[in-house]
T-cell receptor
């Protein structure tokens, strides 16, 4: 079955690292995504990782994928107040048109 | 290049009224999607269109209809609005071919049904 789980809330202090976790149940996922939603806006793609990769780094963002445990994480280094948003994990099962399956989102609050 | 556009941005309806939410994309994408977002529920797929001329139900299709008017446009219709349809509605599009990694989202339509 298709299910993506995330914790709903995370609070960190400005300058600390944030780690947002996600678990998924379908081992046939081909791509896994992290989207960011700022207040009153749509979703924007932050980064994605292919299922045959373990790690991807992009500036302050590090994505780790543990396929054995079906666990995906997003680490934001030096978290800033502008990082306050809802972060969605999503998975995709093939290379075609299959819709992405989204988690419920993690609301990150950054305390100055 | 506007990406994905949605109209209207806000709408208030009375129970039983009908309306159509419009969505258009200018990226020549094959696939288009309608989601609703409710607090604590994340994004739930209502309908999608893998390509022009096809539509499929998602997780929560009841009370909605869709039309893929052409490759650019994908509309969502509420025939008889109910308070349970109060939500934020997002349209999205994706290339759909192998390598079409990113799904692009519109800014959303905030609908209130009283």
């Amino acid at each position: 079955g298709e299910d993506v789980e995330q914790s709903l809330f995370l609070s960190v202090r400005e300058g600390d690292s944030s780690v947002i976790n996600c678990t998924y149940t379908d081992s046939s996922s081909t791509y896994l995504y992290w989207y960011k939603q700022e207040p009153g806006a749509g979703l924007q793609l932050l980064t994605y990782i292919f299922s045959n990769m373990d790690m991807k780094q992009d500036q302050r963002l590090t994505v780790l994928l543990n396929k054995k445990d079906k666990h995906l994480s997003l680490r934001i280094a030096d978290t800033q107040t502008g990082d306050s948003a809802i972060y969605f994990c999503a998975e995709r099962f093939d290379t075609g048109n299959t819709p992405l399956v989204f988690g419920k989102g993690t609301r990150l609050s950054v305390i100055a | 290049n506007a990406g994905v556009t949605q109209t209207p941005k806000f709408q208030v309806l009375k129970t039983g009224q009908s309306m159509t939410l419009q969505c258009a994309q200018d990226m020549n994408h094959n696939s288009m999607y309608w989601y609703r977002q409710d607090p604590g529920m994340g994004l739930r797929l209502i309908y999608y269109s893998a390509s022009e001329g096809t539509t499929d139900k998602g997780e929560v299709p009841n009370g909605y209809n869709v039309s893929r008017l052409n490759k650019r446009e994908f509309s969502l219709r509420l025939e008889s609005a109910a308070p349970s349809q109060t939500s934020v509605y997002f349209c999205a599009s994706r290339d759909g071919r192998a390598g079409g990694y990113e799904q692009y989202f519109g800014p959303g339509t905030r609908l209130t049904v009283t």
